[in-house]
């Protein structure tokens, strides 16, 4: 019986070892998520406007200007993309087009799958001048 108890004992104190458990793990240096931010400047039937300028004013990636990339169509991965970006802060951009009046939108990007990337689709329809 004695020799049962030292067995039972042993198993749960451990053997051998430093008597400090379980090795401590090291923290993992995870990089911050990171999204992107898909979007399109269209006209009011749904055509995308091909050349369309947007420019982002506040926010990160501020004074990054892109042009939409022609040719400009909805089945096609055309329209503008920032990347890099904080999911849940705002960015405000601005499109413009020749013929259509300049549109400020203000976007939260969000953690969602677009396009098979991370990030928020969007699409601005300026008033026509």
């Not at 259509?100 to 928020?120: C, H, M, S, W």
Request: hydrophobic share 40%; proline share 8%; glycine share 12%.
């Amino acid at each position: 019986m004695r020799y049962s108890t030292m067995i039972f004992a042993a198993a749960l104190l451990g053997c051998g070892g430093d008597g400090t458990g379980p090795a401590a793990t090291k923290p993992v240096n995870v990089p911050p998520l990171r999204v992107g931010l898909w979007g399109m400047v269209i006209e009011e039937n749904g055509h995308c406007i091909a050349g369309a300028s947007v420019s982002v004013v506040s926010g990160e990636s501020a004074g990054q200007t892109l042009v939409q990339q022609t040719p400009c169509d909805v089945w096609d991965p055309a329209g503008f993309t920032f990347t890099d970006l904080t999911p849940g802060v705002a960015v405000t951009i601005r499109a413009s087009a020749p013929g259509y009046a300049t549109k400020d939108t203000t976007v939260v990007p969000t953690l969602t799958v677009i396009r098979y990337e991370q990030g928020t689709a969007i699409l601005i329809e300026p008033s026509k001048e």
